[in-house]
């Protein structure tokens, strides 16, 4: 059965608006794991934009099922790993003004640095995933660094899917065509012994082509799914105030 890790960071994006204690990422990765998710994700970034240190910490704490930590190949992100030790970590590309991760890592150009810290992640004994984009050259050179899985990147799906226009025939095209590169890259990912994951912009709305692709058996999803939460919960958080006030 295809797993699904729930990506919490926008929880802390919440709380971190006003640099106060609530929305508690924990509390969500508590509540994603009774809804039945597989695994919590979550991305330490270097500029701790959402998530905290301390966070990891406690996710580490408290997670049953399955923690998947994204950090850029830095030796800062290393040590924390190695000193937090999650289940996975899945190595991915940071720009510090970037307003989400924008691609998958280049593991051809950047060889020797990913290895580096690939290496030193497994010595401390954790997974190692590498989020790339669903290009040939980018397998290959994954599969020489003994790595689990790599994730393939859908940003570049997902920005067709969601562009103004898409149910057009061209661009119908174009999104089948961008599945039929993500399939092609799945397929040789196993082939080359790794497990295959997915994610980046996925909704919703354009999910199933993705979760189709049968070698494709994990996904980690997070802006899509906090936002619906946002909207879903807002009714009852009105009407619980409205009750707070009233019986005041
Ligand atoms: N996978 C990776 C490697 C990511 O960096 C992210 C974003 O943090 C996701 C999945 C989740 O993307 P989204 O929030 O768009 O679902």
Do not use: W
Request: proline share 4%; aromatic share 4%.
């Amino acid at each position: 059965m295809k797993r699904l890790n729930v990506n919490i960071d926008h929880i802390a994006t919440i709380r971190q608006a006003r640099r106060t204690n609530e929305p508690n990422p924990v509390s969500a990765a508590v509540i994603c794991e009774l809804a039945g998710a597989d695994g919590i994700t979550t991305h330490l970034r270097s500029d701790r934009r959402h998530i905290q240190d301390y966070d990891l910490i406690a996710l580490k704490q408290v997670v049953v099922t399955h923690l998947n930590v994204e950090m850029a190949a830095t030796e800062e992100m290393v040590e924390i790993a190695s000193r937090v030790k999650p289940d996975v970590v899945t190595l991915v590309p940071e720009r510090p003004q970037e307003v989400t991760t924008e691609g998958g890592l280049d593991v051809v150009a950047n060889f020797k640095e990913v290895k580096k810290a690939v290496d030193a992640l497994r010595t401390n004994g954790i997974f190692v995933s590498l989020f790339i984009d669903p290009d040939l050259k980018q397998i290959k050179a994954s599969a020489k660094l003994n790595i689990f899985q790599v994730e393939l990147c859908t940003a570049s799906y997902a920005h067709l899917c969601e562009e103004p226009g898409s149910a057009t025939v061209r661009k119908i095209k174009e999104i089948n065509a961008e599945v039929e590169r993500i399939k092609k890259a799945a397929r040789t990912a196993t082939q080359a012994k790794l497990n295959v994951a997915a994610g980046h912009g996925l909704t919703y709305r354009n999910v199933a082509p993705i979760a189709r692709i049968p070698e494709i058996e994990e996904f980690n999803i997070g802006h899509n799914i906090i936002a619906r939460a946002a909207l879903v919960g807002l009714d009852r958080a009105v009407r619980e105030m409205l009750t707070a006030i009233r019986i005041a």
